[in-house]
């Protein structure tokens, strides 16, 4: 399976750690996303952590009411989580794992050890029409039992490739479960760590139909403007996908 077009979902949440430092109402992640669509974002992504570090609730009603593209949210299987995405109904559901003391999601789902309850908030939330997607490791057995709780998508934790993008290993791992994920008819996403200087080796896989970017494109942000960080990923993405078909 080869899609030449791409699709790029920015994360808007690092535009709220920087509001939540001053416990302001700026800058506005919802203004940030409007923005970013304009930019060419194909999606909006946004995670609610259990400790609302960044993202607020409030957030999360708004940016179902302001997103025009989709809205993507990203969460723990925790019952208020789900129940907040039942009341909104966003277009796609990203499963994560979460752990207060870390910084950033440091790893994927654990599918294999939680698999009753990812099978159970699959379920619950495929029963409103809600597009699945688990955040999970490029590990063959994490692809595969995703497939088996009937999630629709996967997204890949790139977060080791992005530490070491020259080791061979760590591309062929998303190359691998890339391929093992269409094979199963999941739809592929990958994301973390993801920059303008390391994306292209990522973008050029075939099978991943879409990529979530952040902390590198709001940080860019800070010294050319949202709009051009935004336009800048979308033509390296575009670069090396247009590159791999010759």
Do not use: W
Request: charged share 25%; net charge negative; proline share 4%.
């Amino acid at each position: 399976m080869s899609l030449r077009y791409q699709r790029l979902y920015v994360n808007i949440d690092h535009v709220a750690t920087v509001r939540q430092a001053r416990r302001s109402e700026t800058p506005d992640p919802v203004a940030a996303a409007v923005l970013c669509e304009k930019a060419g974002a194909d999606g909006i992504t946004a995670h609610l952590r259990e400790d609302r570090r960044h993202i607020q609730d409030d957030d999360i009603h708004r940016l179902a009411a302001a997103v025009t593209t989709l809205l993507n949210l990203e969460c723990a299987i925790t019952d208020d989580m789900l129940r907040l995405a039942e009341t909104l109904r966003p277009a796609q559901v990203t499963l994560v794992p979460e752990r207060r003391e870390e910084v950033t999601t440091e790893g994927g789902l654990d599918v294999v050890r939680h698999e009753t309850a990812v099978r159970e908030a699959v379920t619950r939330l495929k029963r409103l029409g809600i597009r699945t997607s688990l955040f999970i490791d490029p590990d063959p057995a994490a692809v595969r039992l995703s497939k088996a709780v009937d999630a629709d998508a996967i997204e890949l934790h790139t977060g080791s490739y992005a530490h070491a993008p020259r080791n061979p290993a760590t591309l062929q791992a998303l190359k691998d479960a890339a391929a093992l994920g269409v094979s199963l008819g999941l739809a592929v996403h990958a994301g973390h760590g993801l920059s303008v200087d390391n994306v292209g080796p990522v973008a050029a896989i075939p099978e991943i139909e879409e990529l979530n970017i952040g902390h590198a494109i709001i940080g860019r942000a800070i010294f050319i403007g949202l709009d051009a960080a935004v336009r800048e990923v979308r033509a390296a993405m575009d670069d090396a996908r247009e590159a791999d078909r010759f």
